[in-house]
Nanobody, 125 residues
């Protein structure tokens, strides 16, 4: 089993930057990919970014490239999401996730089998 706990979400102003963190515990050696999704009220969960647990290969959602940056620590005990130039449209609950099955570029929630409870990011204009 793997446990994920997010932190770092808060109320910020447009233009601010934020760093979200996810602490990972349990059988991290079974994981292939770590990622972030976000979900705004009334919307589906959207893929933000993901990174392999081995090497530095990372990939981003279609509209996420540029302002979002994912990274992890070398032991895979944590994954981070840096977001710059925040916009009101970034307001959402951000979820940390992990996959123990290999996919080339997992982008759908069904590709991931471990989830945190989420951390709320609210951006005021």
């Amino acid at each position: 089993q793997v446990q994920l706990v997010e932190s770092g979400g808060e109320l910020v102003q447009a233009g601010d930057s934020l760093r979200l963190a996810c602490a990972i515990s349990g059988r991290t050696d079974t994981l292939w990919t770590l990622g972030w999704f976000r979900q705004a009220p009334g919307e589906q969960r959207a893929f933000v970014a993901a990174i392999r647990t081995k090497g530095d290969y990372s990939f981003y959602g279609d509209s996420m490239r540029g302002r979002f940056s994912i990274s992890r620590d070398s032991a895979n005990n944590a994954v981070f999401l840096n977001v710059s130039s925040l916009e009101p449209g970034d307001t959402a609950r951000y979820y940390c996730t992990a996959a123990s099955t290999y996919y080339y570029e997992p982008r759908h929630p069904s590709h991931f089998n471990y989830w945190g409870q989420g951390t709320q990011v609210t951006v005021s204009s």
